[in-house]
């Protein structure tokens, strides 16, 4: 997808914030383009894996739509493995045919590595995060 710094600025923040748990949320896009970052909370509280709670999804979810954008990705991030789907990832991906995976990749420090996925039917493809100004 395309996203502007300070959208994508944002989720490093969180990703950074909840560290050394995973953080996770949502991207609503508009033909493709991000247009707004709805942080979640990680229920589970974990550093291996993320859950939303189904009542915070669904308000989250419906607002997007009521906006009249859609749902483009589902982000979280991995703060001590590589930013790469994980089994996990993919089992979960597989309730959300066409949703981005983004990742936010915290284990090389400095410098977090975002990245995005499509897993269609346990295929992983990387897609381009593109930096829109
Ligand atoms: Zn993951």
Known sequence: MRIA?????AIVDHARRDAPNECCGMVA???????????????????????VDGLELHRTLTGIEDAGYELGAIYHSHTRSEPYPSQTDVNFAANWPGVEWIIVGLANGDEPLVRSFLIDDGVITEVPVERDA
């Open 29 to 51: 896009t508009d033909d493709g383009a991000a247009v707004s970052v709805h942080a979640a909370e990680n229920t589970a509280a974990s550093p291996f894996r993320f859950e």
């Open 5 to 9: 710094q300070d959208l994508l600025d």
